[in-house]
């Protein structure tokens, strides 16, 4: 079955660490997005790729980075200088094309957890 | 940069009643596609209807339907009937075609009472 998968769907990291969320999609997609949700405030853009080996910051990058070196794959390191991770994260994709889209698909999520 | 906003944090809605939820948003592009998603508890994405502003005609999914004010940049949802399944968080969002990127509101919390 085609769809984008998140991994893990739990992950707690210590602060000071690194740790990279897992994005994966078999939906031959162009795009790829991340996003953060906190209460009250929404979806918040952190990067996104429109091709392979290219992506742009989003609104919310800085601590966050990411790579895009295969079409199915878009994984998102949380650095040590984001100050506040504890979030939820998601992962979207979607067919893109000269500027034509279709609805983005999304992941389940990724619950990170500074302990 | 674009924006999108919806001025409505919660709303409440009797079961089998109408309710329309609000959005405004700001764009410079010329192309661009407008979206609502559905978040239920599960908190697993679901695209409810989209609209490409091209289209004068307001887009409609069963119960669901928009209400595309391209001059006023306003996006609209209103759900028809509605249900106790439809009680989630409500998503409005842009997506600019040149930039290729994909905004999200801040969500609308949808009740439904019985």
């Known amino acids: 079955d085609g769809g984008i998968t998140q991994s893990p769907k739990y992950l707690f990291r210590k602060e000071g660490q690194n740790v990279t969320l897992s994005c994966e999609q078999n939906?031959?997609?162009?795009?790829m997005y991340w996003y953060r949700q906190d209460p009250g405030q929404g979806l918040r853009l952190i990067y996104y790729?429109?091709?392979?080996?290219?992506?742009q910051k989003g609104d919310i990058a800085e601590g966050y980075s990411v790579s895009r070196e295969k079409k199915e794959s878009f994984p998102l390191t949380v650095t040590s200088a984001q100050k506040n991770p504890t979030a939820f994260y998601l992962c979207?994709?979607?067919?893109?094309?000269?500027?034509?889209?279709?609805?983005?698909?999304f992941g389940q999520g990724t619950r990170l957890t500074v302990v | 940069a674009q924006t999108v906003t919806q001025s409505q944090p919660e709303m409440s809605v009797q079961e089998a009643e109408t309710v329309t939820l609000s959005c405004t948003y700001d764009t410079s592009e010329s192309d661009y596609y407008l979206f609502w998603y559905k978040q239920p508890p599960s908190r697993q994405m679901i695209l409810v209807i989209r609209?490409?502003?091209?289209?004068?005609q307001n887009a409609t999914e069963n119960r669901f339907s928009v209400n595309f004010q391209k001059a006023a940049k306003s996006f609209s949802l209103k759900i028809s009937d509605s249900q106790l399944g439809d009680a989630a968080m409500y998503f409005c969002a842009c997506y600019g075609g040149s930039q290729g990127n994909l905004i999200f509101g801040k969500g609308t919390k949808l009740s439904v009472k019985p």
């Open positions: 790729s429109q091709i392979v080996n290219d992506f």
């Open positions: 609209q490409e502003a091209y289209k004068q």
């Open positions: 939906l031959n997609h162009d795009a």
């Open positions: 979207a994709s979607s067919w893109d094309h000269g500027g034509m889209n279709t609805e983005a698909f």
